[in-house]
């Protein structure tokens, strides 16, 4: 039963291009959600997503992220244009319902160059 | 909006010695998780906290949720090298879906 699926694990871009970072969510879960974290810092939190749908976007900026989660294939976290404030780990969780257990991925290292 | 704030944001112990960080919330929690985050690492999952005065314990580990359901903690006992890494709490609160992280705890342990 694999785990939280992310990837690239490590991932650099140039300013001004974009950023595409992939979350397969456990098994049996349609919950996704997505955290960004700086350096030395905590977890912010940026989108809840269930499957086709964004339930909670009030941590995205509103320029330039997006996300979404298909009916089929992985949620992807996307950011148009990067900045080097961009760069950061970008952690993705899911869990079966609301409220239940949050499984981490290992994370997308964002460095922008 | 709701914040979770921990404290200490660091701690050093030496070997042996215990450990506590406390999490408290703005507004009341429908439940309180805790995880792990050795550096480098990603969050893993300790346990999850549901009622009221809750307790629970993990070998060295005690996890307490207070009557308000608005505070936790988490207690290690002689720790060892192996518990270094930066400890968070997640709060939901009700009518919400999104986990609030608390800003972390860091411990490190001097052998």
């Known amino acids: 039963n694999a785990g939280v699926m992310q990837n690239p694990r490590h991932l650099v871009r140039r300013r001004g291009q974009e950023a595409r970072l992939r979350c397969s969510p456990m098994?049996?879960?349609?919950?996704v959600y997505w955290y960004r974290q700086l350096p030395e810092e905590g977890l912010k939190f940026m989108v809840y997503l269930q499957k086709e749908n964004i339930i909670d976007e009030s941590g995205m900026p509103k320029e330039r992220f997006s996300a979404e989660f298909p009916k089929e294939g992985p949620s992807i976290l996307r950011i148009q244009q990067v900045v080097r404030g961009d760069s950061a780990a970008y952690f993705c969780a899911s869990s079966p319902g609301t409220r239940t257990v949050a499984f981490f991925g290992q994370g997308t290292r964002l460095t922008v160059v | 909006g709701q914040q979770v704030m921990q404290i200490p944001q660091y701690q050093h112990v030496q070997e042996g010695e215990d450990f506590t960080t406390y999490c408290n919330s703005s507004t009341t929690l429908s439940n309180i998780q805790w995880y792990k985050q050795r550096p480098g690492g990603h969050p893993v999952f300790l346990i999850q906290l549901v009622k009221s005065g809750e307790v629970k314990k993990q070998k060295r580990l005690t996890f307490q949720f207070g009557e308000a359901k608005k505070n936790s903690s988490l207690h290690i006992t002689a720790t060892q090298t192996t518990d270094v890494g930066t400890y968070f709490c997640a709060g939901v609160t009700s009518g919400t879906y999104k986990y609030i992280f608390g800003t972390g705890t860091r411990l490190k342990v001097l052998a």
């Open positions: 098994k049996g879960h349609s919950h």
